[in-house]
C-alpha cells in the first residue's frame, strides 16, 4: 500500500512537470524557505548605448509592489557595466502553488529584440494549522484548532493530516481529528500561570508546526485599604496595605516585590510571600514602618505580573498633627478605603492606580 502511495505521488509529480511551459526553468521551492534565483545576461554592443531596461510579470500581470506582495516575491533589475543581472526572491506564500515569472530585457532600445529568461515556481509543503483555540468550559480543557490552509498538489487528496500534540514539551497524542481533550494532564500544573501548545502537522514527507501560549492560572491584585497611623513618641507614620490576591483556578504561593520610591531619588525595595490557598482569593496585608512627612509611591507586584498594584501614600507634616493635652492616645488613625474592582476575566491583565490625595483625617481612639 505505501509503495503504491508513493508511486501515485511520482507520477503526479511527473505531470506537474510536464505542464510547465517549454523552454522554462523548473524551479521547487519548499514552504518556510527562501529561494533565490538569478539571471546574467550581456548587453554589449549596443550602437546607441542606451541604458538597458526591462520589466517583470508574475503570473500575467506587470510587477509592482502590490503584486510583489500579493504573490510573496521580491524582484530586482541591476546594470553593472554591460551586463544585466535580475533577480526574483521568493519571501512568503503566494495565492498559487504555481507561479510563471517571466522577464524581458532590451539592452538597446525598444525596437531591438528583447532577451526573455523564464520561470516555472511551484511552491512544495503545508502551512501550519490555524485558530488554535484552547477552552476552558466547567473545568472542562479542550484544544481545537483548523487544518492547514495549503497543501502542495504533490499530495494525495485522501492522505488526511496528523497532529502531533505537545503540551509544554511533552507529545500527549497523535490524532487525525482538529480538537483533544487536555483534562487530568500531568504536564499541566493548575499553579502554571501559562500552558505551552506545539502542534506538529505531518502529511506525507511535509511538516508544519504551530506553536501557541495560552494562560491557565491568571492572578490579579486589588486594593482594599491602605491606613496610616502616626506615632506620637517616635514622630513617623506607618501605613498598613491591605489587598486582594485573586486567581482564576486557586491562590498558589507567591513572591510579591514591593517597591517605594521616595520622591527625591531614593527607591527602596523588598518582598514578602503569599501564602498557598485551595481558595480563589486571599487578603494580604503588609505594614511599612518609619515614614516622614512626604509623598510615596508604591508599587506591588506578585510573580512578576503585569498586574501593578500602583498608589500613593501622602504623609503630612507634623504641624498639621493638632497635640490636645498629654492625655491624648500615642497613636492617630487614618483610613482611604478604595473600591474592589468585581470579578476575574483570566484573560488580560489590569492595573490598580489609586491615589491619595484628600486630606488626612485624624480620630481620636480613647483617653
Known amino acids: 500500500m505505501a509503495v503504491l502511495m508513493a508511486l501515485k505521488a511520482f507520477l503526479s509529480m511527473l505531470i506537474f512537470l510536464a505542464e510547465a511551459t517549454e523552454g522554462t526553468e523548473i524551479v521547487f521551492v519548499s514552504l518556510g524557505t527562501v529561494k533565490s534565483l538569478s539571471h546574467t545576461v550581456s548587453c554589449d554592443g549596443c550602437e546607441l548605448r542606451s541604458v538597458p531596461r526591462g520589466y517583470f510579470l508574475i503570473n500575467g ?80 480543557r479542550v484544544l481545537s484548532w483548523s487544518p492547514p490552509s495549503f497543501f502542495s498538489k504533490d499530495i494525495l487528496q485522501k492522505e488526511k493530516p496528523v497532529y502531533n500534540i505537545l503540551v509544554n514539551g511533552a507529545s500527549i497524542v497523535n490524532t487525525t481529528n482538529t480538537s483533544v481533550s487536555l483534562n487530568n494532564l500531568s504536564v499541566i500544573s493548575n499553579c502554571s500561570p501559562t500552558i505551552l501548545i506545539d502542534i506538529i502537522t505531518s502529511v506525507g514527507n511535509y ?78 496585608s503588609q505594614i511599612i514602618n518609619g515614614l516622614k ?6 508599587e506591588i507586584a506578585c510573580n512578576s505580573t503585569k498586574d501593578i498594584l500602583n498608589f500613593t501614600i501622602i504623609v503630612p507634616s507634623n504641624d498639621s498633627i493638632i497635640h490636645i493635652n498629654s492625655s491624648l492616645p500615642h497613636s492617630f488613625i487614618s483610613t482611604t478605603i478604595s473600591s474592589v474592582r468585581e470579578g476575574l476575566d483570566g484573560i488580560g491583565s489590569t492595573s490598580s492606580n489609586i491615589v491619595d490625595t484628600s486630606p488626612v483625617t485624624i480620630s481620636f481612639y480613647g483617653v
Do not use: M
Open 61 to 140: 500581470n506587470f510587477v509592482n509592489s502590490e503584486i510583489e506582495e500579493e504573490f510573496g516575491l521580491k524582484t530586482s533589475f541591476s546594470v553593472t557595466e554591460d551586463n544585466v543581472t535580475v533577480a526574483v526572491v521568493v519571501t512568503g506564500l503566494p495565492l498559487s502553488d504555481r507561479l510563471w515569472i517571466g522577464v524581458e530585457i532590451f539592452c538597446c532600445d525598444t525596437y531591438t529584440t528583447p532577451i526573455a529568461k523564464n520561470w516555472e515556481i511551484f511552491i512544495l509543503g503545508i502551512t501550519s494549522v490555524e485558530d488554535v483555540n484552547l477552552s476552558n468550559d466547567a473545568g472542562v
Open 207 to 284: 511538516r508544519s508546526s504551530k506553536n501557541e501560549t495560552f494562560r491557565n492560572n491568571v492572578c490579579i491584585t486589588n486594593l482594599i485599604n491602605k491606613t496610616k497611623i502616626y506615632d506620637l513618641t517616635e514622630g513617623k507614620f506607618s501605613t498598613n496595605i491591605i489587598f486582594q490576591y485573586l486567581c482564576s483556578i486557586k491562590v498558589c504561593s507567591a513572591t510579591c516585590l514591593i517597591s517605594i520610591d521616595y520622591g527625591n531619588g531614593t527607591i527602596s525595595n523588598d518582598s514578602f510571600q503569599v501564602l498557598p490557598s485551595n481558595k480563589k482569593s486571599v487578603t494580604v
Open 293 to 298: 512627612p512626604g509623598s510615596y509611591t508604591i
